[in-house]
């Protein structure tokens, strides 16, 4: 049963006036980091390695769409040093957990985005441009939020800064390499006439960075399944565009991409988000590793 708001704020606020005491975790020997999503444990951990602790504020399983805070969450926050957040829509949370703190104005925040050239976000129905805030489902913002992290943790732990410089720099190169793999691979298909449709927007950022064009997309926002005259609207659209290809989210939207494919005939690709499963250093690189992959399967088996 759904707790009801009034009831969640109090139990909110109630749990951080007596987790209040234990203190922010300034007299220990590490930093303790926190992060709201599955990318931004990779980038802080791979800069980091063993010289801070990195903390997610929620549970891996938890579905940041929509996620409603909880006691556990407010405790955890309550040890940290800094924060890592998206802060441009994808965890909203993030900051009535801190507010219940009581920390607003004491914890340090990291804004990953602060130096990544954002876009509007696809597929909105509304007269008004949303910023779309999936910059960690690409490389190229990828590498830009992992050195404005290391930059802002060198700020607040100035004598592990090179270490953690450094660090960002090796990470980067190797996230860098997954994309000039992919490159030389999409070489040959430079100049395809390559149509595709995505279940949501969370890859815009992705498919700008390799010149892909986005034809259509299906959820009107991510998460909210289309009405009905939406999606014949959009499969009217996909037809129009002649788009062949459909990539859906993995573990999500299965019966709608049927859906789809069934009436159009366009083949179905699933790609991650990146924001499911547990918590590792090398989950990002995993996820866009497979990512880029399956975009090159995509063009090679569209050419034959």
């Known amino acids: 049963m759904a707790m009801r708001p009034v009831k969640l704020a109090a139990l909110l606020i109630g749990a951080a006036l007596i987790l209040t005491a234990a203190g922010p975790a300034q007299a220990q020997q590490k930093l303790r980091i926190g992060i709201t999503l599955h990318p931004y444990y990779s980038f ?14 929620v549970p891996a399983e938890a579905n940041p769409h929509g996620y409603q805070p909880q006691p556990e969450d407010i405790k955890r926050a309550l040890s940290l040093d800094a924060l890592v957040v998206n802060g441009i829509g994808h965890d909203e949370w993030a900051f009535k957990i801190v507010e219940a703190t009581g920390r607003k104005d004491k914890l340090p925040l990291i804004w990953a985005n602060a130096t990544v050239a954002l876009i509007p976000i696809g597929g909105e129905r509304g007269k008004e441009k949303v ?11 990828a ?27 090796d990470y980067s190169t190797r ?21 595709a449709a995505t279940m ?15 034809s259509a997309v299906i959820e009107p926002r991510h998460g909210v399944a289309p009405t009905a005259r939406q999606l014949a609207q959009t499969v009217d659209d996909i037809k129009a565009a002649r ?9 999500f939207g299965g019966e709608l991409a049927a859906t789809v494919q069934r009436e159009t005939g366009v083949k179905v690709y699933t790609l991650s988000h990146v924001t499911d499963g547990p918590f590792t250093a090398d989950k990002f690189e995993e996820d866009m590793r497979r990512n880029l992959e399956t975009l090159a399967r995509a063009l090679d088996e569209a050419a034959q």
């Not at 802080?44 to 504020?57: C, F, L």
């Not at 590498?143 to 410089?165: H, M, S, T």
């Not at 996230?175 to 149509?195: E, V, Y």
């Not at 969370?202 to 986005?214: C, N, P, T, V």
């Open 44 to 57: 802080v951990k791979n800069i980091v390695g063993d010289r801070a602790e990195v903390v997610p504020i």
């Open 131 to 141: 910023v779309n805030p999936h910059t960690f489902v690409s490389t190229t913002a």
């Open 143 to 169: 590498v830009q939020q992992i050195y404005e992290i290391a930059r802002r943790l060198g700020e607040i732990d100035p004598k592990n800064g090179a270490f953690y410089r450094n660090n960002a720099r």
């Open 175 to 195: 996230i860098r390499q997954l994309r000039a793999d992919l490159m030389q691979r999409l070489a040959p298909h430079a100049k395809a006439d390559f149509r």
């Open 200 to 214: 949501h927007a969370g890859y815009d950022y992705l498919f700008q960075e390799l010149g892909m064009r986005i």
């Open 243 to 251: 788009v062949t290809v459909l990539f859906a989210e993995q573990y």
